[in-house]
């Protein structure tokens, strides 16, 4: 079993301006009916939105558990995301999303962008984006925060909220063919999302392919040796897991 090690961010002053990241170009997120992008300056009532959001997450279970997310240290309207998934049919995936804000937010939802790989219904397989269509219709700027939508994020990895997708907010169709037809054939691809995932080269590699166009994550994973990850276990209280005896016959 391989042992990794989350790295923390920098610190980052909300309150000042970051400086700006090359401008990727616009796009219309689908099922959402929404363009984003960073052609626009953002105005100071969404500087301020947004470090609110951020500050916010803070609070308990604003944050799902298993989420870990940052803004990106050269764009606060771009925040940097890991989901640990724990259950379900894709259980022990390790997936990296983002959270890019348009210049009118909160006026306009965010975009939300897996950037892993991972068979789902609700993700493009073509750039990663996610459908918040089937919670968010309509986006309503007064009632509905990034911790909304972290919250339909995890749930939308569930069965309950799988069995209700509709093949009209489906960015992948074969996905939603397939678990309404054939779930097991459906889980095996979800499994296989999964293994992908926790791969070496997914956590590791700043060059895999699926990061191809998409910048550089702010959140980086790094191998640990055994003897660093038994410093830091020592570091932090936690005991090495011990194996059961076997079982005389």
Not at 2 to 30: C, G, M, Y
Not at 81 to 100: E, M, P
Not at 163 to 178: G, T, V
Not at 208 to 216: C, L
């Amino acid at each position: 079993m391989q042992s990794i090690f989350l790295t923390a961010s920098p610190t980052i002053d909300l309150s000042t301006p970051t400086k700006s990241r090359s401008k990727p170009a616009s796009r219309i997120a689908s099922g959402t009916g929404v363009t984003t992008g960073t052609d626009q300056s953002p105005t100071a009532l969404t500087r301020t939105a947004v470090s609110l959001e951020y500050a916010s997450l803070r609070y308990p279970k604003h944050c799902p558990t298993g989420m870990y997310v940052t803004p990106s240290p050269e764009n606060l309207l771009v925040w940097d995301a890991v989901f640990f998934v724990h259950q379900g049919y894709y259980a022990d995936s390790i997936l990296k999303f983002r959270i890019t804000f348009p210049p009118n937010y909160p006026e306009r939802p965010p975009v939300v962008q897996f950037l892993t790989d991972v068979f789902h219904p609700l993700i493009s397989q073509q750039d990663g984006t996610f459908n918040l269509a089937p919670r968010f219709r309509p986006w309503r700027p007064k009632e509905h925060h990034v911790f909304d939508i972290l919250h339909w994020i995890k749930a939308a990895f569930k069965k309950h909220a799988l069995d209700e997708i509709k093949e009209i907010d489906s960015l992948n169709k074969e996905a939603f063919r397939l678990y309404h037809d054939t779930t097991s054939s459906f889980a095996a691809l979800a499994t296989q999302s999964s293994l992908l995932s926790q791969s070496p080269s997914a956590l590791f590699d700043k060059d895999h392919p699926s990061m191809a166009g998409k910048g550089t994550h702010s959140i980086q994973f790094r191998e640990l040796k055994p003897e660093k990850l038994e410093t830091l276990r020592k570091h932090i209280g936690i005991r090495e897991w011990e194996t059961e005896p076997a079982s005389s016959p």
